[in-house]
Structure formats: structure tokens, C-alpha cells
């Protein structure tokens, strides 16, 4: 598999081979995580193409390092823009179920002390990812950015599918007390 | 908050958490903890085999090789004459050698009683009649491409005790030499 210095070499170079080699790569990857926002093999297609087009469009100037990560970044923007736009259509996607697991575990709305902005409760929210284990913080991290499923998490990790919805459900509590200690009702 | 800033907010989170979910392998963790216990295993090993050697060389292990006899100071004279058998030991001289009376007193006050002498079946009536110190000097010279040890006068007490039967004094203990002296 080409490395991934050659594929941004192959951005600056403008050749189309850059999103083959980039599709070839990292594709699988990132209709996965398409699907599991938009929930539909069609809009998670269009999803990733336009992630495409968008890496396209940013490589130059930008150089990502690590190129997953940044382009999974793409991906995840666009799908949840996908997402909101067709919410009507209530589709029960992992996100979804994701996303009503977290509402549940926090305050409700009525309760805002303060109003934080998405950055800071992004600092908020790192900060509380520093206090779990590495393997918390994986398992964690695969179902509230990636909306993967507890099956494929369990795969990932080698736990079952009944030890991390616990393993979840354990780390929802401690975030919503450690929120609650930061004042960040959200 | 609703569930959308709540991904506002993870949209916003640093991408070394990003790369670290994308990154894991369990098989790999598990292979990197393994290693890192077999490192700490190693150097544990490594400390102890340092300590081992350095109490060899000093001469911590060397157990007396005592002749017990019914006199105790020549059990301690054959015991300090066996170092002479020692591959490092170039010359070994006793110069002089004898029982102390007041070391020998003060142990026995300090061991009555005590539960080292419990552990080890000493009564106080054992202590006073089979229990005795003697404290000798002796002249060393050594072969320093194979001891740390240095030459010279030491002096030492060694503790010993009488097997009732045989009437015959074995040394159970000593005192690290005192190699001060001149």
C-alpha cells in the first residue's frame, strides 16, 4: 500500500491518481464511518466523495499528517451535515443511537448555567478524555466521533458486546460528573 | 445542551484523540505491555544478579569453613584459617585470639528472653552455659584482580553456641569485620 507522504506528493503533483491511491487506502475506512452518520450506502457514497473533493480542494496548501485522521475529519463534517438535512427522514443510524444515549446522560436544557461555546466544551470534553485509560478513551472516542457500533467496538478491542455497553454507560456518568464539576451544563 | 452541540463540540476535539481511536490494535498494546514487563523483568534480573555478585566478591556468601570443636576458640581459629583455602587469600595469619567475657555477657543479656532466641530454642538456662563470643584479629592479604576485599588487620567477634551432646562449638554468627584496625 502506496504511504502516505506519496499520496499528498501525488496532491501537490494535482494528479487524479492522488484520490485512487487515496480511495484504495482509506475508502473502506471512510464509507464506514459515512454510514454510520447518514445510515444510507448512497448518501454515505456522495458523503466521501465530496471528502474528497474537499481534500482535493485543501491539498495544497495544507499537509496533513497524520492524512486519516484529517481526511476522517472531512468525512465526519460532511455526513453530519448529510445527517441534519435528512433528519426528517429519521433514519436510525448508529450516530443516532449515539446521540440519544449522550442526551440522556445530560442535563436538560432548562439547566444551562452557562453558555459554552463548541471550542470550549471541546476543551472541556479533552480534558475529561485525559482522566480515562487509553482503551476507555478508544472505546469512547469509536462511538461519540466515529458512531461505530458496540459490536464493532467489541471486535476492535477484543471485550464483548454486553463489556462495553457497560464500559459506556460507565464512562457517560463520569463525564456527566465531571461536567457537572466543571459547571458546563450542556 | 442538545446532542448537536455535543457534536459541535467533538468536531472541535484535538486530533490526537481522533488518531489514537484510529490507531489502535489491541494485539499491539498487548505486545508493547509484554515487552514492557519483559524489560522490567530483565533489569530486576540484571539488579539482582549486580547485588548477587557484589556480596560474592565481598564475601558475604562465604559460609565458615569451620572444624567444631570442644574448645571454641579453635573452632574459631579453623574457621578464619579456612579463608587461607580461598582462591582470592594470597596470606592469612591469626594474631590473635580469644574468648570476651563482656561480649559475651551483653549478647546473652540481649538475647534472653528476645524472640530470635525463642525461634531458635535458646532458653535462658541454654544461653547461660552453651553461649559464648569470641573476638579474634587477623592479617589478610589478598589477590585484588579477584576481591574488592583489602588487606590488612581485621577484627571480628564470632558468636557461637555448644551442642549439648556432643559438647562441640559451632559459630551461628559473626560481626561484619573491622578492618580499621592496625
Known amino acids: 500500500m502506496i504511504e502516505d507522504e506519496k499520496i499528498v506528493e501525488l496532491f501537490f503533483k494535482r494528479s487524479e491518481l492522488a484520490i485512487r491511491e487515496l480511495d484504495n487506502k482509506y475508502g473502506k475506512?471512510?464509507?464506514r464511518l459515512s454510514y454510520n452518520i447518514v445510515?444510507?450506502?448512497?448518501?454515505?457514497?456522495?458523503?466521501?466523495?465530496?471528502?474528497?473533493l474537499g481534500a482535493w480542494n485543501a491539498i495544497p496548501p495544507e499537509k496533513p499528517d497524520p492524512l486519516l485522521t484529517y481526511l476522517c475529519k472531512i468525512v465526519r463534517n460532511i455526513s453530519l451535515k448529510m445527517y441534519y438535512r435528512k433528519q426528517a427522514a429519521k433514519r436510525s443510524s448508529t450516530y443516532t443511537i449515539a446521540m440519544e444515549e449522550i442526551e440522556a446522560c445530560i442535563a436538560a436544557p432548562s439547566m444551562v448555567e452557562t453558555e459554552f461555546d463548541a471550542r470550549e466544551l471541546a476543551r472541556v470534553i479533552e480534558s475529561f478524555l485525559d482522566t480515562l485509560t487509553a482503551e476507555n478513551r478508544v472505546i469512547f472516542?469509536?462511538?461519540?466521533?466515529f458512531s461505530d457500533s458496540c459490536k464493532d467496538i467489541a471486535g476492535l478491542v477484543g471485550l464483548t458486546e454486553k463489556n462495553i455497553t457497560v464500559r459506556l454507560t460507565r464512562i457517560r456518568q463520569k463525564m456527566k460528573k465531571y461536567l457537572i464539576e466543571k459547571g458546563v451544563f450542556i | 445542551m442538545n446532542s448537536k452541540k455535543f457534536t459541535e463540540a467533538m468536531s472541535e476535539i484535538d486530533n490526537k484523540y481522533v488518531s489514537e481511536a484510529l490507531s489502535y490494535n489491541r494485539i499491539r498494546l498487548l505486545k508493547k505491555s509484554h515487552k514492557r514487563i519483559a524489560v522490567l523483568v530483565a533489569a530486576v534480573i540484571a539488579v539482582l544478579s549486580l547485588c548477587g555478585f557484589t556480596a560474592y566478591e565481598l564475601g558475604l556468601f562465604d559460609p565458615w569453613l569451620q572444624k567444631p570443636s570442644a574448645e571454641p576458640i579453635e573452632t574459631v581459629r579453623s574457621a578464619i584459617e579456612g579463608q587461607a583455602d580461598k582462591e582470592y587469600t594470597i596470606a592469612l595469619r591469626v594474631e590473635d585470639i580469644k574468648v570476651d567475657e563482656d561480649e559475651t555477657a551483653r549478647v546473652k543479656a540481649m538475647y534472653s528472653g528476645s524472640e530470635l532466641a525463642e525461634v531458635r530454642g535458646w532458653t535462658d538456662e541454654y544461653l547461660k552455659e552453651h553461649f559464648i563470643v569470641v573476638w579474634a584479629k587477623y592479617y589478610t592479604e589478598y589477590d585484588h584482580t579477584k576481591t574488592f576485599l583489602d588487606d590488612g588487620y581485621t577484627e571480628q567477634y564470632f558468636y557461637l553456641t555448644q551442642d549439648t551432646k556432643s559438647g562441640e562449638w559451632t559459630i551461628i554468627d559473626n560481626t561484619s569485620p573491622n578492618t580499621s584496625s592496625k
Open chain 1, 29 to 31: 475506512v471512510c464509507h
Open chain 1, 39 to 52: 445510515n444510507n450506502r448512497q448518501d454515505a457514497e456522495e458523503c466521501v466523495n465530496d471528502a474528497y
Open chain 1, 141 to 145: 472516542m469509536r462511538r461519540y466521533w
